[in-house]
């Protein structure tokens, strides 16, 4: 019994020498006591033949260990590899993080990869050690503890707001998973708390990163973005809200030492997995920022930039479909004037929230509304007009599915079918809602304009020639050079 891709010398390194950046990126189990911990657990080394390495909790729990209550090993950032992967396996991933399991079952995590159920199974367990039922479950357990300790919700409701079909399948796996009661991890949770009692529907947590994090540049990507209503961006803190699978709700992020504090507002408690899944991923806080530095800075042109930037992330989304009428909004335009076609649309035809919270006051528009009536809102060249009218229709439709689970060279192919949508539309598209790594935008102005600022080739064949070198973190390169121009 061991790990899937995984070096169990440099594994037995990081976790002797207690190496937070592995944090997430594998489990360290031990076979005595049977438990299974973060590589930067505080308890003391174990025996080197005492330890198993797996590449995910939901590994571990099916060979029989428990979550250490000590260093609380689902609380960390995520894998980077489900970020850098594009197969099947970090496909599935990043979807059943989001719910998809929960809400549509296996079936309807196959469909949306594109595979039979019995070989997207397969697939899951040779690659991760566990199928696409046992991670789901781990899922649910982790949104299950944040719901025990962040809220004053009831045990019942806890259950079924994590995904769990009953109370019993709920205790049974909160004993199995943390080895204890669901009252215990609560009266634990408020020995180590200072806040004051939690409130139902809202909740409070911390979204942990690798360090470093460039927050303020990545701050100042979205302030410069955010749509009036939407999104707001003030006094150091960064605010939306968010259309979620079975609700609506707002999220306030603010950064602290290491982690982002987070408040949450739900109408939905089930919603609560799907929304900090969404969160981490708009803020890349699974990214291996020294991975990224370590190629990005061996490049002379990039690497003072590297340098004075550390932890740059790539700012991700929160809705697939959004990020598109946003990418199309943008296309040609200046992102100032992109900012406020985005805003009249969305004061003509977002819905607005359920209860205003502050200056958040309305939900992005969904594509049947601006299929329906975005024709009276919005303005510019006619070619670009019935381009965003077209899209959304698909995918308001169901002819046009763009999601965290998406095929990359498909979703590129399907988005430029449509006229009007160019490779930057489609590359766009890539990089924020898959979070696609290595994608250059070379047709961008403001990308070729900070290419030139740093002494590099400005053209679209001499700089992709010349970017070969920074794979797979292009991506993270276009960050630099936009930050450059």
């Known amino acids: ?49 005492n330890m198993l390495f797996f590449p995910t909790a939901a590994a571990a729990q099916q ?28 496909r599935a991933m990043r979807l059943i993080t989001d719910g998809v399991v929960e809400r549509e079952g296996v079936p309807g995590l196959a469909r949306r990869v594109g595979y039979s159920e019995r070989h997207l199974t397969r ?66 949770a408020k020995r180590r708390s200072r806040s004051a009692g939690p409130a139902a529907g809202k909740v409070t947590l911390r979204l942990p990163y690798r360090e470093p994090f460039d927050v303020a540049g990545l701050f100042a990507f979205l302030a410069a973005r955010a749509v009036p209503g939407v999104e707001t961006v003030q006094d150091g803190e960064y605010a939306r809200t968010l259309r979620l699978p079975h609700g609506t709700g707002t999220a306030r992020l603010r950064p602290a030492g290491g982690h982002l504090d987070c408040t949450l507002k739900l109408t939905d408690m089930r919603d609560l997995g799907s929304a900090v899944s969404r969160l981490r991923r708009l803020f890349d806080l699974d990214a291996d920022p020294g991975a990224v530095a370590e190629v990005l800075g061996g490049d002379p042109a990039l690497a003072a930039s590297v340098a004075a930037t550390p932890g740059m992330r790539l700012p991700g989304s929160v809705d697939g479909a959004e990020i598109v009428t946003r990418a199309l909004a943008g296309q040609q335009i200046s992102v100032a004037a992109a900012r406020t ?27 049947a509304a601006i299929a329906a009536r975005g024709a009276e809102v919005l303005t510019g060249p006619r070619r670009r007009i019935d381009t965003m009218l077209t899209v959304n229709a698909a995918l308001a439709g169901g002819e046009l599915d763009v999601h965290v689970g998406a095929d990359p060279d498909e979703l590129s192919h399907t988005l430029r079918e449509f006229a009007g949508v160019g490779p930057w539309t489609a590359g766009y598209v890539l990089m924020r809602v898959l979070g696609a790594p290595d994608v250059l935008l070379t047709t961008d102005v403001a990308l070729r304009k900070g290419a030139g600022v740093l002494g590099l080739p400005s053209t679209s064949d001499e700089l992709l020639a010349r970017a070969s070198a920074w794979r797979p973190w292009r991506s993270y390169a276009g960050m630099h050079l936009w930050r450059a121009g």
């Open 1 to 49: 019994m061991g790990c899937v891709r995984i070096d169990e010398e440099q594994g037995y390194r990081a976790s002797a020498s207690r190496d937070a950046r592995f944090d997430g990126q594998f489990i360290v189990a031990v076979r005595t006591t049977r438990i299974y911990c973060r590589p930067s657990c505080p308890a003391i080394t174990p025996k080197r033949q």
């Open 123 to 188: 697939v899951l367990t040779a690659e991760l050690g566990a199928g696409p039922l046992a991670l789901a479950r781990a899922h649910r357990a982790h949104s299950a503890r944040l719901l025990i300790e962040t809220t004053g919700l009831g045990f019942a409701d806890i259950a079924f707001a994590a995904g769990f079909a009953s109370v019993r399948q709920f205790n049974d796996t909160i004993r199995a998973v943390f080895a204890t009661t669901p009252s215990g991890l609560r009266v634990a």
């Open 341 to 367: 076609a985005l805003g009249s649309l969305a004061a003509a035809l977002g819905d607005p929230l359920p209860a205003p919270d502050g200056a958040l006051t309305t939900l992005f528009p969904t594509p």
């Open 63 to 90: 060979a029989g260990f428990r979550a250490c209550r000590r260093c609380l090993p689902d609380s960390v950032p995520g894998s980077p590899e489900w970020n850098l992967r594009a197969d099947l396996a970090g």
